[in-house]
C-alpha cells in the first residue's frame, strides 16, 4: 500500500513540471523558437502560420502538401539565415513564394 501512495505522489510531482513556463503563439515565436521545435512540428507550424482564418479568404488557405514540399524548407532556410526575425514578419515573403509557384 505504501508503494501505491510513493507512485501517486511521484506521479502528481512528475505532473506539475510537465506545464510549460510560457506559452507561445505564432504572433510570439522569432526563427530561432521555430528551429527548436521538433522538425515534425515544421510543416503544421507553417500551416498554422499561414492561415490566418480572420483575414484570408478559405480559397487562399495553404494546404498541407504544398506546405510541407514548399514553404516549409523555405521557411526553415530563411530562419537559418536570420534567427531573431519575427515568424509573423516572414508571412508575406511566404506568400510571395506561394505566388511565384502557383503561376507555373
Not at 17 to 30: K, L
Not at 60 to 86: K, N
Not at 90 to 99: C, G, H, I, K
Amino acid at each position: 500500500m505504501a508503494g501505491i501512495t510513493v507512485l501517486a505522489m511521484s506521479s502528481a510531482a512528475v505532473g506539475k513540471d510537465v506545464v510549460p513556463d510560457e506559452a507561445r503563439t505564432r504572433d510570439m515565436m522569432r526563427c530561432q523558437d521555430y528551429l527548436q521545435l521538433d522538425p515534425r512540428a515544421w510543416t503544421p507550424m507553417v500551416i498554422w502560420l499561414m492561415n490566418d482564418p480572420f483575414s484570408l479568404e478559405p480559397a487562399e488557405w495553404t494546404d498541407f502538401h504544398e506546405a510541407e514540399l514548399v514553404l516549409t524548407p523555405i521557411l526553415t532556410e530563411i530562419c537559418r539565415q536570420e534567427p531573431d526575425v519575427w515568424l509573423t514578419s516572414l508571412r508575406e515573403r511566404l506568400n510571395s513564394y506561394q505566388q511565384v509557384r502557383s503561376l507555373n
